[in-house]
């Protein structure tokens, strides 16, 4: 259970650019456009047994969402949207229904983690899915450069152990970026503008939140 307290936000992933900082030093990083996000529930200990606020983004027409989906979204008095996200935090209390959530919710110089839907690569081979070197380009390796070697012996395990590396489908797939720095904030737009790479596709959903690593500054 959430012991502290978590800001967060949905938005959408624009791609990434540069900037200096204050020590005059360009930085990469990655512009997340947040349209504003609406409370549409608000959970506490006495009636779902823990705390929590769930926010959702990007409007949808009526005739879009099913009937729960509908009733849900009339319940909080707000339009049926997209987008839903669950935060624990323990000040779920001070939230409430149809409050409105924007990029100002974070500080510049704050530390996120963001998650996101990595690119899918499709169907992917061992060097490029999982790093592995190959087999040597000459010296009698017969067709062999890309594959992954020996899976198991044949007689000694005599299977395939669970968890082997092999090739298969790479990417499309949930991942969190910790311990990221928010270097900028342009409220009038509802930008972050976040150090470094993110998850996912320019267009994609992202998550920005607290982050629940951050490292502490020493003195």
């Known amino acids: 259970m959430s012991d502290r307290q978590v800001r967060g936000v949905l938005g959408t992933k624009l791609g990434m650019t540069q900037l200096?900082?204050?020590?005059?030093?360009?930085?990469?990083?990655?512009?997340?456009?947040?349209?504003?996000?609406?409370?549409?529930?608000?959970?506490?200990?006495?009636t779902d047994g823990y705390e929590a606020v769930q926010l959702a983004t990007t409007a949808i027409a009526q005739r879009k969402a099913n009937k729960?989906?509908?009733?849900?979204?009339?319940?909080?008095?707000?339009?049926?949207?997209?987008?839903?996200?669950?935060?624990?935090?323990t000040d779920a209390g001070s939230y409430e229904l149809g409050q409105?959530?924007?990029?100002?919710?974070?500080?510049?110089?704050?530390?996120?983690?963001?998650?996101?839907?990595?690119?899918?690569?499709?169907?992917?081979?061992?060097?490029?899915?999982?790093?592995?070197?190959?087999?040597?380009?000459?010296h009698g390796a017969h067709r062999n450069h890309r594959k992954p070697g020996s899976i198991g012996g044949c007689a000694t395990p005599?299977?395939?152990?669970?968890?082997?590396?092999?090739?298969?489908?790479m990417g499309a797939a949930r991942q969190t970026t910790q311990n990221l720095t928010v270097q900028a904030i342009d409220a009038e737009k509802g930008l972050l503008l976040i150090t470094g790479a993110i998850p996912g596709p320019r267009g994609g959903l992202v998550l920005v939140k607290s982050a629940s690593k951050a490292r502490v500054k020493e003195a």
């Open 20 to 46: 200096w900082n204050a020590d005059n030093r360009v930085v990469p990083v990655t512009v997340v456009k947040v349209e504003p996000n609406v409370v549409t529930q608000v959970r506490t200990t006495t």
């Open 158 to 169: 005599g299977r395939v152990f669970k968890g082997m590396r092999m090739a298969g489908r």
């Open 100 to 138: 409105e959530v924007t990029a100002e919710v974070f500080e510049t110089g704050a530390t996120v983690d963001v998650v996101g839907t990595t690119k899918g690569k499709g169907f992917a081979g061992v060097m490029k899915r999982h790093g592995f070197s190959g087999v040597g380009a000459s």
């Open 68 to 89: 729960p989906a509908a009733g849900h979204f009339a319940k909080a008095n707000v339009a049926p949207r997209r987008h839903l996200v669950e935060l624990r935090t």
